[in-house]
């Protein structure tokens, strides 16, 4: 397919799972509004619709909690039987939320959606119109990323503490395999729906929704405080690339605050107090490679996935452990496609279960985004290009295997759509 039809394509899938004010991820697998995927989706409507792309941002912003806190769904109230959980697992999250009307879940996602909001804001050739639209959002975006950094704040590191594998995106990666070894049953197990639509085979486990499921409730039973929420959990992390996004989305917000003529909300001080804190925490010297963190044993999580390489995008990690990183992951990724999420020789590796092998384009696009910070423009250029032959030769999938990069998940998938339009728009 060549690219002004690939381009046509993409515009018709986004144009299929638009649901007024914001964009689904798929029609019949996720039926509702995702924080992060709307961030991502929002790029791609930005290349033929900037008022629509605006909304996209807008609406999701429209759910935010009285504490600043974007949830990571924000529920439609109509499809709610086609789609598990719903608002009724989430019973005291509803009181948080600052719209009486909106329902919405208990847990965030990386702050992309700030990155969006500047990226989308500079596509805007009209300076009043793209002015006009950072002083509507700021407030809320700043809300958000001071709720990452105070709310979410342990004692000893400014970094971002994660208290759901779901707030990752990354759901059953194997970097949260220490979630189902903990063995938490929740109190109800209602039938699941994903896998419906999908082939059990390649979702997570049930042992993985036990867990999902369980800290829901901690999460509930501590009416979403941290402290408490701490004393009963296994599960509480320093996502790698939850830390690196956020520190992107803060320098993202001050660059928008200097647009607007306002003082940087977050100081350079608190920034470089931030690197630090996220080159002792996160850097593995043994693997060369930036892993995640512990907070329940206070230990890494030495294990290389794709997340540590797309933590280069929030440009935080120092660009020469960025070419170690890099290279070292391209020696591991041997006979796979570029960049599967976890390498083949790690006993988890699976080419097509999810989070645990396959290759994602949001995940390629965040990680070209890396390299090209690390001084690396043409590996970014490469892995661009062989994003879009992937798509080209297996349509907008949800995701693909990282072996044969067959179509894998649902198709017709909204970020996989978005994100070729921008890498299409920067094409040379
Ligand atoms: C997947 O996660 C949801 C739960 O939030 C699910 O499996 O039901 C993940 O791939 C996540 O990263 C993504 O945001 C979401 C919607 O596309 O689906």
Known sequence: M?????EAAARAVLLANDAGTWTVPSRVQYP????????FISLGIATYDWDRAVIEIESMLAARWREGMVPHVRYDPEPLADYFPGPDRWPRAQGHVEDPAARTSGITNPPVLVTAALLVGRRQPDREGRLAFWRRTFPELRAFIEYLAHDRRLPGAPLVAMVHPWESGWDNSPRWDHLRAAGLRPRQRPSRLDTHHVIAADRPTDADYDGYLALIELLEAADYNLTEFLAS??????DVLMDALWYRAASDLNEIACELG?????PQGRLSEFRAAFEEYHWDPDLGQYVDWDCVIQRRISRPTAAGLCALAGGCASPDRGRVAWNRYRELQTGALPVCTVPPGDPAFDARRYWRGPVWVHVNWLVAGGLERCGMPDEAARLRRQTLDTVQRSGFAEYFDSITGAACGVDGFSWTAALTLDLLSHEP
């Open 32 to 39: 509702h509004q995702w924080n992060w995927d709307s961030a």
């Open 2 to 6: 060549p690219d002004p039809q690939l």
């Open 262 to 266: 306002e003082p940087e909300p977050v």
């Open 233 to 238: 959990s296994p599960f509480c992390v320093y």
